[in-house]
């Protein structure tokens, strides 16, 4: 049982970023999902849910600028950031509850860059 991301990267500013997130060995359309973030010497914070019926709630700061879609047939979720800010660059994690514990990806690296 695990989550794996992907698609980090190095990004201009105003720039678009597509994250993946793999579910492996759960069934990805019998559960929900977050992704969060978080950036060095900073807190994790919670940057979109998503339910198993597709709908999403998105952190405050995210202003609209990103969505989050799902495939259950491929087991995969999407993170997609549209005009990145500076205050963007973290790193970026997928998270689950499977069976009542929170299970964790390792994390993709997202940089906002000039």
């Known amino acids: 049982v695990q989550l794996m991301e992907s698609g980090g990267g190095s990004v201009q500013a105003g720039g678009s970023v597509r994250l993946s997130c793999e579910f492996s060995?759960?069934?990805?359309?019998?559960?929900?999902m977050r992704w969060y973030r978080q950036a060095p010497g900073k807190k994790r914070e919670m940057v979109a849910a998503n339910t198993t019926g597709g709908t999403s709630d998105f952190a405050d700061f995210v202003e609209g600028r990103f969505t989050v879609s799902r495939d259950n047939a491929r087991n995969m979720v999407y993170l997609q950031m549209n005009d990145l800010k500076f205050e963007d660059a973290s790193v970026y994690y997928c998270?689950?509850?499977?069976?009542?514990?929170?299970?964790w990806g390792q994390g993709t690296q997202v940089t906002v860059c000039v």
């Open positions: 060995g759960i069934p990805l359309k019998l559960n929900g």
């Open positions: 998270a689950s509850v499977y069976h009542g514990g929170w299970i």
